[in-house]
């Protein structure tokens, strides 16, 4: 999938949780790159010349190659781009505990939290159930450390970060992650200390604005 | 996830092809393992202890510690054993574009295929042309190679492998692999001269054995 562009470039959606992912990677590694934001109606040629399969941002353009698909992009990252931070550890099992929890994330989060999103009133109360029993897993996982990378923000932690930006519309749902999942309520305060995580994501009240405006357009029509 | 086992266990069920893509794997690097296959429905302890959040094989056991979800086994076993063949490419940007097709195999291959297996009748056709369609994408990333790694047998190669066995069943539910993808249906025929690939697969008709079986229990019934 060649594209005649040089250097670094990010084919991105803002509230993307996906393309957050790539741009909390790259503001780890330091990589200075252009953004560029795509209108999801009307998707530049751009993006569906590099990404044919899925014609979905994030789409990483690096040299005129593209790389797609978040998780795949950030491991791109971690082994292109050497910067101060190691996104996965060394070890060859500490690496596939973190991509297994990382896919967990892609797995589970995405889809019951946009469900939970999209549902009409009288379903929420079997979703939040749902969901709440997913954000335990993940806290078990967490338990007393202070990333899921141990002492090392990693993979797993840049996978989960964007989703903290949703728990203030989660709270609007009658999900209260500080009430069910203390620990890690506490983490997603703990990461935002960090820049990359930081200048990454959005206000949580824009995520809500959005999600209001969008609720009124299709569950409340 | 630590369990009670030395050297190398594999928790399987034959006709899995999750676990069919560990068992080439372990075959291409020639590791000596012990095989373990799970009753589905009486799920053993040691399974429920290795693979608690999904409780699903194939689970990996490599010193008491417990790999899970067949694609990051793979990636496991690439990176532990040496032996001869480099599942995975060194190259960063190859390395992306082999993860970026084995995961369009686990997201869309199975899903459309196994689908296929347990649909009515009247829901055939549509399916059918779906999954041409996605037999088609990968036949056109396959192009003029002798494997999806090229000249190496890899990562795309283990992971669609065992998809080639249900090709038979395929053709009694009017899709010919053969008429449509030619190119694939002979890259199916290449890959079983390979010692791994043939060891770890079954009999296309045993597949189609079971699925009749199946299909008179849930979708005919």
Redesign the interface.
């Known amino acids: 999938m060649a594209v005649p562009e040089k250097g670094v470039k990010l084919l991105d959606f803002w509230m993307s949780p996906f393309g957050q992912r790539c741009r909390i990677a790259l503001a780890e590694k330091e990589v200075e790159y252009e953004y560029k934001e795509e209108d999801l109606s009307k998707k530049s040629d751009l993006l569906l010349k590099s990404n044919p399969?899925h014609k979905k941002i994030p789409v990483l353009i690096?040299d005129g190659?593209s790389?797609?698909?978040s998780l795949?992009?950030v491991?791109?990252i971690d082994?292109?781009f050497p910067g101060k931070t190691n996104i996965l550890p060394s070890d060859?099992?500490a690496?596939?505990h973190a991509?297994?929890w990382a896919?967990?994330v892609d797995k589970k989060v995405y889809d019951c939290g946009s469900k939970l999103f999209k549902s009409k009133s009288e379903a929420l109360e079997e979703l939040n159930k749902e969901f709440i029993c997913i954000l335990k897993?993940l806290e078990t996982e967490l338990g007393e450390k202070k990333y899921f990378g141990d002492d090392a923000f990693g993979l797993v932690d840049i996978a989960f970060a964007p989703f903290t930006s949703w728990f203030y519309t989660f709270e609007a749902l009658g999900l209260s992650v500080e009430k069910e999942c203390p620990k890690l309520a506490a983490w997603g305060n703990r990461i935002m200390e960090r820049e990359s995580v930081a200048k990454s994501l959005h206000e949580p009240t824009k995520i809500y604005d959005l999600f209001c405006e969008l609720r009124k357009k299709f569950v409340d029509a």
Do not use: A, G
């Open positions: 399969v690096h190659k790389i797609c698909e795949i992009i491991e791109y082994e292109v060859p099992y690496r596939s991509r297994f896919d967990f897993t």
